[in-house]
């Protein structure tokens, strides 16, 4: 296990494990018998790396096992609630203690300030992180004579994660697609199994730096070559990647235009009402966008370029994947509207309509960037004026205003209105609560002055020059 690949691919896979222990020990779970179990786990990975990998722990690190094992014990002991969250955090000092020995280092020479540091203890482990995952994605000594098959392996590993996410996230998103995902695999997918899919990851992420920052994995730099140094992503890991992640969302359209798109008909047929397909996976599909964006721009910067800029075959599948994203933006602007068109409008769904606006023309931006081999800064400033304009814009149109007038709309066609939410509104939509205070009777009047009071600055401010605002001071 002496060379750097070997050492970052059995990090990488313990700390794998332990994600996927973490997860099965305290999803939905109260802390009891499962954490010294984990703590054992933790422990045991952390001995058999090291022998492992030939690099023995400081013997001050040996030692704190001892009260480790007895703290973490406690937690499946003890039923205070007070001492079992000291127990928790007296085990995850000791933990960050063990890592801050690691190899080396003496226990008495120890000051306060180096205690009081140890809570910081895990920013440094993001540079060990980024050096392990680069090692493993480089698979630096492996196909020596073999460049091309080693790139497609390199594709072939970036794509997979990648795949997983959006995967998961459209099946999130869409209950036909992920009807569909679940009679081709045989699983349950939904937000929940998203968000326990994250946590594995970051903890599966936190542990491999942790173990890197023990062991150090970064090869000695006398044995580096300036090629080797540093991740290279060529042309066919990048095409694998965007190829397999182009495939993947025009299958997702797919679904969209035959059922979000197609009508009722076919989605009745699939067994779901039109509203409860369509008012679900809004957040789900602008994670998709974002984090293809993120996607994009890591390969953009670090893709081999030609002498004249990217590639023909990159700038194509940049291209589709970029046109794609903003079809999938499409199918999550009317999903937010169909929602609002149900249950009305607020802050948060207005404000999620307009940055799917401005994340569409971010996208714009960052598709000639690609097709003109735009600097880095000839594309973020237009970006930056964009951002402005795109605040400024929200500023002048008046959003609390104009939500308010839109469920009044709603009001008068349906008869149905939060007033607890439309009375919570600020000033600037005070003529528009004004109409629905004469308009409406009852509960909801009521709701809409109650609202009214608890959100009135008190009288003591309101009377200061400081707090002088224009909203505030209108007439009614």
């Known amino acids: 296990m002496k060379t750097p690949i070997i050492k970052a691919i059995a990090i990488t896979s313990a700390s794998l494990f332990l994600g996927c222990l973490f997860n099965y020990c305290f ?65 995850l000092m000791l933990l960050l203690l063990i890592a801050r020995l690691g190899t080396g280092g003496r226990l008495t020479s120890f000051n306060l300030m180096t205690y009081a540091k140890l809570p910081l203890l895990p920013l440094r482990f993001l540079a060990p992180l980024g050096r392990t995952l680069t090692e493993v994605l480089a698979l630096r000594g492996f196909y020596k004579n073999q460049p091309l098959a080693a790139r497609v392996v390199k594709g072939i590993i970036l794509a997979i994660p990648v795949l997983l996410v959006f995967l998961l996230l459209f099946a999130s998103a869409d209950l036909i697609f992920q009807k569909y995902l679940m009679q081709l695999f045989n699983i349950h997918i939904n937000s929940i199994t998203v968000f326990r899919t994250i946590i594995i990851l970051f903890v599966a992420a936190a542990f491999t730096g942790a173990y890197a920052f023990i062991f150090g994995t970064t090869p000695e730099p006398a044995a580096a070559t300036p090629a080797d140094s540093r991740f290279n992503f060529g042309q066919v890991e990048s095409s694998i990647l965007l190829g397999s992640v182009n495939v993947l969302f025009f299958l997702f359209i797919l679904v969209q235009l035959a059922y979000l798109f197609g009508g009722t008909s076919n989605i009745s047929a699939q067994g779901f009402t039109y509203a409860e397909y369509a008012r679900k996976g809004f957040f789900e599909l602008i994670a998709v966008a974002v984090i293809a964006f993120a996607m994009l721009w890591a390969a953009d910067r670090t893709v081999t370029k ?171």
């Not at 096992?65 to 007070?82: H, K, T």
């Not at 799917?356 to 400033?381: C, M």
């Not at 009375?423 to 509960?443: H, K, V, W, Y």
Request: hydrophobic share 55%.
């Open 27 to 91: 999803w939905r779970q109260i802390p009891g018998l499962s954490f010294p179990v984990f703590v054992l786990a933790v422990i045991a990975v952390l001995v058999t790396l090291s022998s492992g990998l030939r690099n023995a722990l400081s013997r001050p690190a040996l030692w704190l096992f001892v009260p480790l094992g007895f703290f973490s014990a406690m937690v499946a002991f003890r039923a205070s609630p007070p001492l079992i969250l000291l127990d928790l955090l007296a085990s």
């Open 306 to 476: 030609t002498s004249r800029g990217h590639a023909r075959p990159f700038q194509l599948l940049s291209a589709a994947l970029i046109a794609q994203v903003l079809l999938i933006m499409v199918s999550a602007f009317k999903r937010l509207y169909l929602y609002e068109q149900a249950y009305g409008f607020t802050a948060l769904r207005l404000y999620s309509h307009m940055f799917v606006v401005f994340l569409a023309v971010i996208f714009v931006l960052l598709l000639i960037k690609i097709l003109r081999n735009w600097a880095e800064h000839t594309f973020v400033f237009p970006a930056f004026i964009a951002a402005v304009l795109f605040l400024a814009g929200l500023n002048l149109f008046n959003p609390d205003a104009f939500i308010a007038r839109q469920n009044l709309d709603r009001f008068h066609q349906t008869g149905k209105l939060d007033g607890a939410y439309l009375g919570s509104l600020s000033p600037d939509a005070r003529f528009e609560i004004n109409e629905a205070l004469g308009a409406t009777t009852g509960q909801t009047h009521a709701d809409i002055e109650a609202a009214l009071q608890a959100s009135a600055l008190p009288i003591e401010h309101s009377k200061n020059w400081q707090s002088w605002n224009y909203s505030r001071t209108r007439p009614q």
